[in-house]
């Protein structure tokens, strides 16, 4: 009776098993209609499309035009916390600290004006210097030095807070409802999905090519608790 109980279920275990299966293997209808509406969009070089769906795209003069495809795959989705804030703070230090600096500079220009006059001639036209000019010249190549690394430094933490935030606003635009990401903490999720795409070149020949796109999705919350679900959108093509 038992060894019957058991053998009775199995079908459905098996038919169960081999639905989850099946279903992990295609992917969901969410990816399969964002995936279509960006290779549509790319084909048709639909940018208005493209630039609420994606911050990529798929060019068909460099990567050709897919004309049909299958999900194979959807890996499980990773998180990682978003730094808009503290990206954010460290490129306003950055400027605080380049507009001391700069302040600092001019001060400095201002007092030795006449000699840093001379220094600059004197190279200009390659000739030495003595006594207190070839002093403001070795402060007033720190000077120039000190600059290139202080703008360098601003660059690169406006560019470091400017990227944390480029996905976040795609993903939660609202026209209807403008989101500032930078308001927001919260995460920033991704997720793989592997097809099998036939793909048309430039030249009219077509092959079947396996594919990795990544989507990824912003989850913000406020410090009140306030909370923006984006949508998913596609951040690579490989």
């Known amino acids: 009776m038992h060894r019957r109980n058991i053998l009775s279920w199995l079908p ?54 897919v004309q049909s495809f299958s999900i194979v795959s959807v ?68 000077w120039r030095e000190d600059t290139q690394h202080m703008s360098k430094k601003v660059s690169e933490a406006r560019k470091a807070a400017a990227d944390e935030q480029t996905i976040p606003a795609l993903s939660v635009y609202d026209a209807r409802q403008p989101v500032n990401v930078s308001d927001y903490d919260g995460e920033l999720a991704s997720k793989d999905v592997t097809i099998t795409a036939k793909v048309r070149s430039a030249d009219g020949q077509a092959a079947d090519k396996q594919l990795v796109v990544t989507l990824q999705r912003a989850e913000l919350k406020t410090a009140a608790g306030e909370a923006r679900i984006g949508r998913w959108v596609i951040t690579a093509v490989k």
């Open 12 to 65: 459905v275990v098996v038919v169960l098993t081999a639905a989850v299966l099946a279903s992990a293997c295609s992917g969901g209808a969410e990816e399969q209609q964002l995936l279509k509406k960006f290779f549509d969009a790319s084909r048709m070089r639909d940018n208005v499309t493209l630039n609420n769906i994606a911050a990529v795209a798929f060019r068909p003069q460099e990567e050709g035009t």
């Open 75 to 142: 890996a499980p989705e990773t998180r990682r916390t978003l730094r808009i804030k503290e990206l954010n703070a460290a490129f306003d230090a950055a400027k605080k600290e380049d507009d001391e600096f700069t302040k600092s500079k001019k001060d400095y220009q201002d007092k030795n004006i006449d000699a840093i006059d001379r220094v600059l001639k004197a190279e200009r036209e390659n000739k030495p210097l003595r006594g207190n000019d070839l002093e403001v010249q070795k402060q007033w190549t720190t």
